[in-house]
């Protein structure tokens, strides 16, 4: 079936190849004509092992049909290539039809085959052209027909060839109907791919304009963060060291409400600082299309963490199990690390004040992904906040009871869609949270 493909991309012009409508019509040309061509060889081949003399040119025809197909690929053009054909056609089919019975010759069934031809894949006036010249020829052999008969055979002189003529012109527009059926289908067919695809090719465009637009956008939201950012960073340290100094200076000469109050100042700054540099970190993420991938030895990735850790996890008393996971993974190293750290953390923070609490790190190589899970006995979430939590500023609680910016979580699932994954909790009031994500195995790889 290949090899046969790549016969009939052969003969197709090059310039054809690349116009899908064109192509597809070239293609039904081509192979069209090695079918015929198939079919006088097998038929010669018959001939041979049945030992039948025929009269049929097998291999002028064969000669045609090839030369036919040689001067399409040459010249690129339907209208000589299917008038040459038709030719060949003609005078084959013609000469024999003369020796063969004349008008009761079953030539003349195979003559069909021009006009169909020419309205199918040539200019219609060609095809009508080529239905006059046939229909001319016809009516020349009912004319020898009947005055060949001689009188005694009247019956054959006056309804035979006259049946026969009305036959072959009945068949004739038969197959005119059906070329024009085809013809017309074809057209509409078209019409309708060109429609949708200028449909198409608008609205990509329209989406190309947009993309472009939203890209320049982000763009320039993130130079503005960044900036930003750097730009509150500066007093917001000038305020907390200033209050540090302050509260140095004046040690012991303030009184309590006064001491307080510079406390909020300082520790406030503190935060709003930390802020800052979460949100510039969360918007550079913004810019990270494609993920620089590494290859990860999951358990010394989770060991660093962990020894990052230690002092958190030792003054809450946390216990940390790592049970089985990958032995390597690929992706950004650095915000993989962020990834965990910030899970660990939250399970951390979000401890019952009463129970000892327990962290289980586990992972699994699955067809397309490796999936994580960072399960906890805290305090749990509520159902209903399940997709919430992953929003920028989502506080579930206050301040005072627990520290955080609110852009922790949705830092994690940012950095599982920037490695093509996903992330999502399962957690109950009072149960636990189980954190889940996924790490998919078709990245962009950059060198």
Known sequence: MEHIRNISSYFIPVSFQLKREVNWKAKCFVNSMLFVAVVIVFSFFLCKVTQVNSEFHHGSSLFFIVSVLFIFKKTGSFNIACNIFSIAIFVILGKDILVNGGIFSFGNAFLAAIPFVMFIFAKKRYGLIWTFIICLSIIYLYYLETTSLNSSNSFLKLYRPDFQLVGIMLFFVFILGLVFIVSRSQSII?????????????????????????????????????????????????????????????????????????????????????????????????????????????????????????????????????????????????????????????????????????????GMEESDCWHFSIEDNGIGIDPSYHNKIFDMFRRLHTKDSYNGSGIGLATCKKIAKLHKGDIWVNSAVGKGASFQFTISKKLNFLN
């Open 190 to 362: 078209i019409d309708e791919l060109n429609s949708k695809r200028k449909i198409l090719e608008a609205k990509q465009q329209e989406l190309e304009e947009l993309k472009v637009e939203l890209i320049t956008s982000n763009k320039e939201l993130e130079v503005y963060a960044q900036v930003a950012s750097h730009d509150l960073k500066q007093p917001l340290r000038t305020i907390s060291s200033f209050g540090r100094l302050l509260k140095k200076e004046l040690n012991g000469s303030l009184n309590e409400r006064a001491n307080e109050y510079l406390g909020f100042i300082i520790n406030e700054s503190v935060d709003m600082n930390s802020m800052v540099c979460e949100m510039l970190d969360y918007s550079k993420m913004n810019s990270e299309n494609e993920v620089s991938i590494e290859k990860i030895n999951t358990r010394k990735l989770l060991d660093n963490i962990l020894l990052k850790l230690m002092n958190q996890i030792k003054s809450e008393d946390v216990k940390i199990v790592i049970d089985e996971v990958p032995e390597f993974i690929f992706g950004q190293k650095v915000r993989l690390s962020q990834l965990f750290q910030n899970l660990i953390s939250n399970s951390i923070k979000f401890k019952k004040l009463d129970v000892p609490l327990n962290i289980k790190i586990s």
